[in-house]
């Protein structure tokens, strides 16, 4: 993926904004810290797979916008596409894939963000995490590969590869091996319970057919009894409808006895209550007379009861008339403390600034010191201004000579650094020639045999040809055959027809018929058997061709390695030509440096000015110390400039407290005179007065009031005995008509119960006459119940049994099922068990880093040899031998590991021993080889690269290692993007990309 152009438009910290990436190899993106260059990249990401840094998906719009859109617009394999993404605030992304044509962009955009997602993926073939490990490499993230153990190193490389989606593809064939071992061994047990029931079987035959006659002659039994109980039964119902028609009547009897014993004792009480009322009715002269004088009592006590309410109310409002003076009084004097409280206050406050005043003589003399030392400070400030951009340039000299110094000894280090390998290369040089030689007369010998190895490949596709044709005409022979073998089989029945026709056939024409159609039978057989000849030679040079193929192809095998070490052994000895020319540059340009260093005589324009600040310092002779005690003796006089101010306030207090003071002596005589005013001439009090007068007119007496009550109380039975008289006029007349009645009803009863008599007695004979077969029917209805009882038993264990034998069918059934199934979950169980080893870290997993390792090496060595100038070589190891102290050859084993081993013109050293230099160069690489790796997996070429691996934390011999590596692989990519904040590396890349920030959003300036 090449960029082309990329527009924003309110993309977080930018408003609008266009970089166009053409003609741009290598740049670096510049900028302060939050200007918004990272913000460029995830523009990108954010464009093609809709990824950010951002929690929510509408933050991403810039702040007080509603919408936002990035149009980015690359190129793949010779075609430009556009990618456009916008987002709505609140809503969802819409997403828009167009490709370039002669006639403009056309939409390629599916139904939909996710069927859009799709084919983007499909064109770029890379997704956002193969994208930010490949090519986008982050900050810090160079050496992480090499400082990790080895078994971290493998986890590092199995997460880029995408390999932990085997871990849970393990995890799972784990689980499911468990549960099918669970259930193999819950089927075991199931199974060896189930055999112990299925050997009831015979035993259960036997007690079934012995309980079935056992029922057969208890039912018999049981039908001759149930015979003789219905026939005494009905004898039985006869009897009890004569004892229920005698209960009856005997019933109706004792109701008609009752029934005139209630009238005989209701016509007695209506006797005796008659007499009581004509008592009562004798006494109406007494009655009337008591309840008249009752009625004037009543009277009375009303009287009274008025004007007790009318002293109860003009008591209560005394009262509230009291309670209302005595709150008047009581507010005034609360106000009366508190004015004499505030005087008192005053008069303590005058004590207090009295003794303030009292020490103004000693706060002035401290006024005259702090006046003194304002002045020595005031000074001392003066020349610290004038000293202070002095000591400043000072310092920026003093660490511009320690720069100069500095990369004067870096520059000394790499020449001698270069030297060294220049040295090492000469003296290699007759070696190199002689192993470019061999290595090219294998490479010549194996091109023989790669053109002898395709002459046989497309041999083999054209024996594969052949037999495809041959297969597609013998299943056409074969579908013939198969139409003749049918009208021979047609033509067997005596009134067979013409299969062309239709028509019936004499018998000269159906011979005809049969004999051709024989013969094309035994022609198509014969053409297949000379096919399935052709097909099995076509076979078997196939074979042959394959096993050459095989053979070649193995002797091929090292084609590609010795092709590059041999690109690696032309370049070391290319290197080696120009290297005594270079030793003599290196000597003299070591020689200076080396007196610079010792004499000191770099950067002579800054240490004339240094030299001149320090002269000027002498003559101005500042002193921070001086400067310090100066200040402090001005924070020691100060307690005397605030105790001033203390006076000040004190004389402005006390004149206001002394035109205070009389005002309150005032107020507290008004409102002693007040208190004394309310208790006699307010309003309260006078009318407290008057309603004390009318409570003595109402003249109210409680004892009175309570004698009349007595006597009212005692009175009150003449009320009771008036009512009494008054209900006795009313009954009596109704009482006499009563007991008319009751006499007339008495003698009905006594009619109408001789009757039921007489009939009771015919009831008796009759009972008498039948006889009562009570106790025969008990007798049987008990054997009966017996017999019943037996037979629910009998028929109750029958049903036991032929559940039992059911059960024992089904169990039979369900053995040879779970026979079944224990079979399929023991041969899921170690097909699970296969598939977890396969999956898991020494499986599959393990066989892809094997697979994928030779080719991360190869590529890392390829870059490193042209960083290093075909130095160093890298080798992974995945596998060392592992023995314990007393272990000998025979039980020592193989530990898997990812070892690292780094070799040089010295021989194989630890990563640690490098310097940084070298062991920069060795990370980058493989970082570098990784990425390339994982987009290749991807199916995607790397032609982009963005770099941020942090600047900021470089010293300046890092950054010049990081530029020069950059710049030795710019010639594999397309675009090269760097990201820093650091100006002095501007100067360093081809094109500049700079990012500001405004009051506007985010600016960009691209400077080529």
Known sequence: MIPVQLILKNFLSYRDATLDFRGLHTACICGSNGAGKSSLLEAITWAIWGESRATAEDDVIHSGAKEVRVDFTFQINEHKYRVIRTRVRGASSVLELQIETPSGFRALTGKGVRATQDLILEHIKLDYDTFINSAYLRQGRADEFMLKRPSERKEILAELLKLNQYDDLEERAKESS????????????????????????????????????????????????????????????????????????????????????????????????????????????????????????????????????????????????????????????????????????????????????????????????????????????????????????????????????????????QLQTTENQLQRSSRRQPQLQQAVMEVGIQIEQMEKDRVYLQRVQEKGHERRHFIERLQAQQREYERFLGELDQKLQMLRNPDAICPLCERPLDEHHWNRVVDKTKTE???????????????????????????????????????????????QLAAQLESTTDAEQQLQQLAAEKQYLERSLQVGDYAPVQQAELRQLEEYLQQL????????LARSEVERWRWAEIKQGQIK????????????????????????????????????????????????????????????????????????????????????????????????????????????????????????????????????????????????????????????????????????????????CKREYRVYQELAQAFGKNGIQALMIENVLPQLEAETNQLLSRLSANQLHVQFITQKSGRSGKSTKKNAKLIDTLDILIAD????????????????????????????????????????????????????????????????????????????????????FQARIEVNKTQQGSQLHLLI
């Open 178 to 413: 468990r549960q099918f071992k669970a259930r193999a061994e819950e089927l075991e047990r199931s199974l060896e319970s189930i055999k112990i029931q299925l050997q009831q079987r015979e035993v259960t035959q036997a007690q079934r057919a012995e309980l079935e006659a056992e029922l057969n002659q208890l039912q018999q039994v049981q039908a001759f009894e149930n015979i003789q109980l219905q026939s005494l039964q009905v004898v039985q119902h006869q009897r009890q409808n004569w004892e229920q028609q005698l209960s009856f009547v005997r019933q109706q009897y004792q109701n008609l006895t009752q029934d005139g014993d209630r009238l005989q004792q209701e016509y007695a009480a209506a006797k005796s209550q008659l007499a009581d009322l004509e008592t009562i009715l004798n006494q109406e002269t007494e009655i009337k007379n008591g309840y008249a004088q009752y009625q004037s009592l009543q009277s009375q006590e009303e009287a009274f009861a008025a004007k007790f309410e009318e002293y109860t109310r003009a008591t209560g409002l005394r009262q509230q008339k009291q309670q209302q003076l005595t709150k008047q009084i009581h507010e005034i004097e609360r106000q009366l403390q508190q004015v004499q409280g505030q005087l008192a206050a005053l008069q303590q406050q005058e004590q207090e600034i009295q003794q303030t005043l009292s020490k103004s003589g000693e706060v002035e003399a401290g006024l005259a010191q702090l006046a003194a030392a304002r002045r020595r400070v005031h000074q001392l400030d003066e020349l610290q201004m004038q000293v202070s951009p002095l000591l400043q340039q000072r310092q920026n000299l003093q660490s511009q000579l320690h720069r100069v110094e500095a990369n004067l000894k870096a520059r000394l280090e």
């Open 521 to 567: 039978y035994q022609d198509t057989e014969g053409q297949l058997w000379v096919f399935r000849e052709q097909m099995a030679v076509s076979d078997r040079e196939i074979q042959l061709l394959r096993q050459e193929y095989r053979e070649i192809s193995q002797k091929l095998a090292a084609y590609d390695t010795l092709r590059e070490q041999r690109g």
């Open 621 to 628: 002779n500042y002193n921070e110390q001086d400067h310090a």
């Open 649 to 824: 306030d004190a004389n402005k207090r006390l004149a206001m407290l002394s035109a205070r003071k009389p005002e309150l002596q005032a107020q507290i005589a008004q409102l002693q005179t007040k208190i004394q005013q309310e208790q006699t001439d307010s309003e309260c009090a006078r009318q407290i007065a008057a309603l004390e007068h009318h409570i003595a007119e109402i003249g109210y007496s409680s004892d009175q009031h309570n004698n009349i009550r007595m006597a009212v109380r005692q009175n009150q039975v003449w009320q009771l005995r008036y009512q009494q008289l008054l209900s006795a006029e009313q009954q009596y007349p109704q009482l006499q008509t009563r007991l008319q009645e009751l006499e007339s009803s008495i003698a009905d009863r006594l009619t109408e119960r001789q009757k039921l008599a007489t009939q009771i007695d015919s009831i008796v004979q009759q009972l008498a006459q039948t006889a009562n077969p009570t106790e025969q029917i008990q007798v049987l209805e008990e054997q009966l119940q017996t017999r019943r009882r037996q037979l629910d038993e009998q028929i109750a264990k029958l049903g036991r049994l032929e559940q039992l034998a059911h059960q024992l069918e089904t169990l039979q059934t369900q053995y040879e099922q779970q026979q079944q199934q224990l079979q399929a």
């Open 905 to 988: 013109a010295r021989g194989t050293r630890a990563y640690e021993t490098y310097s940084g230099g070298e062991a920069f160069r060795i990370n980058f690489a493989i970082r570098l080889a990784l990425a390339k790796l994982l987009a290749q997996r991807a199916g995607a070429a790397l032609q982009l690269l963005i770099v941020d691996e942090g600047f900021g934390t470089q010293d300046a011999e890092g950054c010049d290692r990081l530029i020069a590596a950059i710049n030795a692989i710019a010639s594999d990519f397309a675009c090269i993007l760097t990201v820093t904040h650091m100006p002095h590396l501007k100067e360093a």
